[in-house]
Each structure stands twice: as C-alpha cells, then as structure tokens.
C-alpha cells in the first residue's frame, strides 16, 4: 500500500524540520528577541539599525545566547543580551538553533546522497 523508500524519508523529514524551524524561528524572534529588545531600550541601546525587517539578528541573538563566551566582535550588544535573556530565552535560542542544524544536516545529506547528478 504505502511504500517509503529511503529517499522518501529524507524529503518528508526536511519537509517537517522546515516547519519546526520556522516555528521555533518565529517563537524566539517574537517572545525572546522582543523581550531583550524592550529591556535593552531601557538601557537607551537601540537595535541594530541595518536590520530593518530582514530579521538577521535573530541568529545572531540566538547564538549569542547558546555560547558560553562573549566574542570581541559581534553585530549586536551580546552583554547586554546575555544579562537581560530570562531561563526560556536560553531555552528557546537552543532549540531554534538546533532545529536549524538538524534541518540542514538532513536536507543536506538528502540533497548529497539523492540529488540530481545533472
């Protein structure tokens, strides 16, 4: 009846990462990145001026969040950050992230194993 072959369940599972991607993208671009954002305007800092609408600064916040270190450079304030991410921002920033390398690693493995050679 119904029949998965192995190329199947690479395009299936990329397809179902994608969305709980883009759902825990969403997620934490709107209840973390929003909140950090709003406690850092008290400070007076801004967000980053170059990134009106195109959301790069999500993963930016979010790996900022994940790692341990502070790096020298960064293209948002990763202290002010990291001192206003409440327990669930941390959280959030780790499955977003997580998601992200597991949709790629199985679309990319997908793409190399299946693809088209042409």
Known sequence: MFEFLTEDWFIYGAGVLFFVCAFFSVCFGRISVKHIEQEMAKEGKSPPGWDK????????????????????HSIIDTKAAKRHARKKDIYLAGLFLSSLVLFITVAGTGYLLYGSNG
């Not at 959301?55 to 270190?69: D, E, F, H, T």
Request: charged share 15%.
């Open 53 to 72: 609408g195109i959301g790069a600064r999500v993963g930016a916040y979010a790996v900022a969040l994940v790692i341990k270190r502070i790096p020298p």
